[in-house]
């Protein structure tokens, strides 16, 4: 049903089975627990735009505050792109068609 992301979560692993949780998710990641977190839903974006808009927002975060972004596919080429830039970050695919990417600085 899901394919296999690097780093990722299956939501079986995380018992969520029904609607979109989107903090239980984050917390499956390694992100920083006490982190402030900004939400980017990009999920109605076709592409380019995910990535373009994700990019461009990191910078704008001050170095403590955790990206979610809320997508409706893994971003597969933003992982090289944020691998490039010393970002961490962690995937979890949710059974609703939703998959949150938790991005922060290293």
Same mark, same amino acid.
């Given at each position: ?28 990641? $390694? /992100?920083?627990?006490?982190? +402030?977190? !900004?939400? =980017? $839903? /990009?999920?109605?974006?076709? +592409?380019? !735009?995910? =990535? ?7 910078? !704008?975060?001050?170095?403590e505050t955790v990206l979610v972004q809320l997508n409706d596919r893994a971003p597969q080429h933003l992982y090289p792109k944020l691998d ?23």
């Amino acid at each position: 049903m899901f394919g296999a992301i690097p780093g990722a979560v299956r939501p079986e692993a995380t018992g969520m089975s029904t609607g979109v949780n989107v903090e239980a998710a984050v917390r499956e990641t $390694d /992100v920083p627990a006490d982190a +402030p977190r !900004e939400r =980017l $839903d /990009v999920r109605r974006l076709g +592409p380019p !735009e995910p =990535l373009a808009k994700t990019l461009e927002r990191l910078p !704008e975060l001050d170095a403590e505050t955790v990206l979610v972004q809320l997508n409706d596919r893994a971003p597969q080429h933003l992982y090289p792109k944020l691998d490039d830039r010393d970002y961490e970050y962690g995937t979890v695919e949710m059974d609703e068609g939703t998959v949150v990417t938790a991005i922060w600085q290293a």
